[in-house]
């Protein structure tokens, strides 16, 4: 039983529906290792056991009248603590938010219920969902289940520790600042950060009907790429007012393998070097794409000043993480970005003192902005993908220091603690999908993550992509202990 935890979520499915395991004693199989394990971990925070049970009853009695209700049938799944669940807290980790409760599922909830799951918990966040770890005054500190001494990345930590765990079937996470990806790589699972605006944004707010902020999307985790296309197809497409107007057509990804495939490695920059372990790690994924008779290149790029477009990424990024809300508890958070000054020149930006942005310089950041996107819109018209880092290292020690006081050793050299923006930023910035793929372990036992980054609207080449390349090199691993 405790290898069918492990399982992607829509092997799961296809075993409920031949009826090797009902629904039952697949949500209670997640409760028993959620009570064994998650002392440990602190992953899932939020728990919904009672009510996740009562829904699997119904799934059960759903397939003994042969009815289906989707591809998910029957799959307990938990999502971060920020998405709206009814009558359950959602606090971003803020403590002035503990009562926060909403009285009815969000629009991801929804339809991830609408193809059949349903949930038995919430995973942990960091306070504001503002950091590379997961730990606020509300919930504690989440640990990453390959070493419990060591962060699982933020602010979706805790959904992808508790995937890594075997506590879940699946997942659901946000991402402004890497916060799918980060945490997706340091635990050795699949993550995705759609092309911005296509998944809704309605139901993981603080406050209803908020705007949804520049930057920010919505998007899944999965221990499959298989698994996050599935998730990433139910969350997708208009909703609320905008569905009155538009509905998403995206194109389905032809890829059969990876012969032809045009790929370009980034492997590091002067702006925000790596582990040498991990830049090492790109290239002999090059090596493996050539070898499969995919084209590959280490030095195409873009056609724009990467150290100023990192800088228009903070700026902007800034804008967003410094604006808080209305209400005066959440005005009063402190984000790390608000530090951010997006004038500064020198070889990191993240170190100074920030300043509020007016619009008019979020007009003329938003302006450079689309000169960065047709920059891609060119480069993807002679690449398909690009292969790069998601963050400089594998998974840091816990470091709760205030932001001013925190570095990351790569290679050697202490470097700034907020460095690690460019590389999400990369994908961020210009709105593009990326798709995160464990590609194997490290020297230290911790999975190294790398992101394919595609072109707009390309999010099923990227997913299509992992999975495939992960059929040749890594793909999700159990950690050792946690049977």
Known sequence: MSDIAFLPANDLAKKIQNKEISSVELTQLYIDRI?????????????????GLADAHNADAFLARGQSLGPLHGVPMTMKESYNIADTPTTWGIKAFSDNVFAEDGVSAK????????????????????????????????????????????????????????????????????????????????????TFGII???????????????????????????????AFTAMAGAAGRASKGWQLNLAKSSLRNLQGLRVALWATDDQAPVAKEIEERVIQVGEVLTNLGAKVSEDARPNFDVQRAYRNYLSLLSSVMGAGDSSDD???????????????????????????????DWVRANNFREKLRFAWDEFFTQWDIVVCPQMATDAFPHDHRP??????????????????????????????????????????????????????????????????LTLEVGGFEKPPNFV
């Not at 707010?205 to 599935?230: M, Q």
């Open 35 to 51: 009570e064994k394990y998650d002392d440990d971990v602190n992953a899932v925070v939020v728990r919904l056991f009672e009510q």
């Open 111 to 194: 339809r991830f219920r609408a193809v059949g799951a349903h949930f038995i918990g919430k995973t942990n966040v960091p306070v504001s969902l503002g950091d590379f770890q997961s730990y606020n005054p509300i919930y504690g500190t989440t640990c990453n289940p390959w070493n419990l001494e060591r962060t699982p990345g933020g602010s979706s930590g805790g959904s992808a520790a508790a995937l890594a765990a075997g506590l879940t079937g699946l997942e659901a996470g946000s991402d402004i600042g890497g916060s799918i990806r980060n945490p997706a790589h340091f635990c050795g699972v699949y993550g995705h950060k759609p």
């Open 200 to 230: 809704p944004w309605q139901g993981h707010d603080l406050v209803p009907n908020s705007p949804a902020p520049d930057l920010s999307v919505v998007g899944p985790l999965a221990r499959s790429a298989e698994d996050i296309k599935l």
């Open 330 to 360: 959440f005005a009063k958070t402190t984000h790390y970005v608000s530090k951010l000054d997006p004038a500064d020149n020198s070889r990191s930006a993240t170190t100074t003192r920030g300043r509020v942005m007016s619009h008019r």
């Open 403 to 468: 932001f001013a006081e925190r570095t990351l050793s790569v290679n050697g050299i202490d470097r700034d603690y907020l460095e690690q923006l460019f590389w999400s930023g990369l994908a961020v910035n210009s709105y593009l999908p990326s798709t995160v793929f464990p590609s194997g372990l490290s020297m230290q036992g911790l999975p190294i993550g790398l992101q394919a980054i595609g072109a707009p609207f390309n999010d099923y080449l990227t997913i299509e992509f992992s999975r495939l």
